[in-house]
């Protein structure tokens, strides 16, 4: 039984037993190694996905999980490697044993229609747990399947398409392409699909490895900054989602200078919400803070990669102020980091990342969960766009923040309005802190209007 937490809506999950769905056809038996991009530690963890997909006539008679279930074993023929395991090689490298195990699977039912859920369908889900199960023993990093997916059927003939992702196999676009040629394969339609690219070498380091330019982004910063307030539980954290829709973005820009305002809008919120954040945990104004930010290699690097590649290809630059800055100024000073930050990609940085991941060898990074913050921008994939044959999802993207990692998806809001939706770990007192500071943003005069009111 499931409640939703502020909502009198209850529901009961009915599971089938978990099954390893493997390639529907003999694939190579072989090992890969995974870039060193790909391998480095801070990227061993788990990422849980969402999608939300309403009731279709033409699919009528039909059990989303059993026609997805046969579109994965389809799919693994070509992405054959996601059916393995991964393994440690020599000096810990990783390797995927390309052995044909298979991914995890779980066919489900909920006596809950898609309209139950609400109008405004955003991370983090109350009712996750249920319908993503974590299967005991399936959620390290070695010898463990690389994928586990559930799709629960709802009452009103929609479903929930679930997935649990192993970061270290590939990024959102890589598991957009999965995605999408699983979808493909549902609907009867694999013909034009982009073919999987595995070439993880093209984002080796050189040998030997070369650290070329300066990464805050892995600088070992020990958990020492001062908090005004005696303490900061940030093992007791809750999540809230942050909408920002047409009318929020309009009066975001025009709190900037007229040469910032053709930034993007993933440059503006995350501006915005690192401001925010460094407000609202209460740490000394003189203290650094951190705005990390993934920054998608693919189109940005000469010459690109090859199409249909689907490893982890991005980096993290970082943007480092005071926390005394950031209050200080307007919100174009944290714009403008934000921008000077992505600013420094450029193929010798990519390069320079891997060198470092493998000089550094498997010593994980240790960032200070207070004062660092990261965010990964997912509007752009298309998540949304994947049709098994019932429509494009209602809603699809990341189920919640993972930590100190936020991601910006595409949602809507209850009046039906496309915007950005981004979900927030923080300690209770603090995302009350960081709400307020949020709303008083919302709030302050657009420049013109001060200068206008000025005559």
């Known amino acids: ?89 020599a000096n810990g490298k990783l390797i995927v044993d390309c052995n044909g195990e298979g991914v995890l699977f779980i066919k489900a039912d909920a006596d809950v229609t898609l309209q139950q859920f609400g109008d405004a369908l955003q991370p983090p889900f109350p009712c996750f747990d249920e319908l993503l199960f974590d299967v005991p023993g399936s959620e390290g ?69 070369r650290v070329t330019l300066t990464h805050h982004e892995y600088d070992e910063v020990e958990a020492t900054v001062t908090t005004t307030t005696t303490s900061l539980p940030f093992d007791n954290v809750v999540q809230r989602s942050f909408f920002f829709g047409p009318a929020q973005v309009s009066l975001l820009r025009r709190l900037l200078p007229v040469h910032l305002r053709h930034c993007t809008k993933f440059e503006l919120i995350t501006a915005l919400l690192w401001r925010c954040r460094s407000l609202a945990i209460n740490i000394h104004p003189h203290e650094q803070v951190r705005m990390i930010i993934a920054v998608n290699a693919r189109s940005k690097i000469e010459p690109s990669l090859p199409q249909g590649y689907y490893g982890n290809a ?101 009046k039906g309005e496309v915007g950005i939706s981004v979900a927030i770990c923080l300690p209770a007192p603090a995302m009350e802190r960081f709400a307020q500071e949020l709303d008083n943003m919302l709030k302050q005069q657009p420049i013109e209007d001060i200068i206008t009111n000025l005559f």
């Open 1 to 89: 039984m499931v409640t939703l937490s502020g909502n009198p809506l209850t529901f009961t999950v009915q599971r089938c037993k978990p099954e390893f769905v493997a390639p529907a056809k003999s694939t190579p038996r072989e090992q890969k190694l995974l870039s060193d991009i790909d391998d480095q530690p801070s990227l061993q963890f788990h990422v849980p996905f969402v999608h939300f997909y309403g009731h279709q006539p033409s699919m009528e008679g039909k059990h989303p999980a059993e026609v997805i279930r046969t579109a994965i074993a389809k799919t693994l023929v070509l992405y054959y490697p996601f059916a393995g395991r991964l393994r440690e090689g």
């Open 141 to 209: 990093i070695l010898n463990c399947p690389l994928l586990l997916i559930q799709v629960t059927r709802l009452k009103c003939g929609g479903f929930i398409f679930a997935l649990r992702l192993n970061h270290t196999m590939c990024d959102g676009p890589g598991l957009k392409q999965f995605v999408s040629s699983v979808a493909a394969m549902a609907r009867g339609e694999a013909t034009h699909l982009i073919l999987p690219v595995w070439e993880r070498h093209l984002l080796d380091a050189p040998d030997p490895p």
């Open 314 to 414: 991005f980096v993290l630059p970082a943007a480092i102020t005071t926390v005394k800055n950031l209050s200080e100024n307007p919100l174009g000073y944290a714009v403008e980091l934000v921008k000077q930050a992505k600013a420094r990609f450029s193929k010798e940085y990519m390069k320079s990342v891997a060198s470092l991941m493998v000089i550094r060898g498997k010593r994980p990074v240790v960032l200070d969960v207070i004062s660092s913050f990261i965010i990964s921008d997912l509007t752009k994939i298309g998540l949304e766009d994947v049709d098994f044959g019932w429509g494009k999802a209602v809603f699809a993207g990341t189920a919640s923040a993972v930590g100190v990692t936020s991601f910006s998806v595409q949602a809507k809001n209850k």
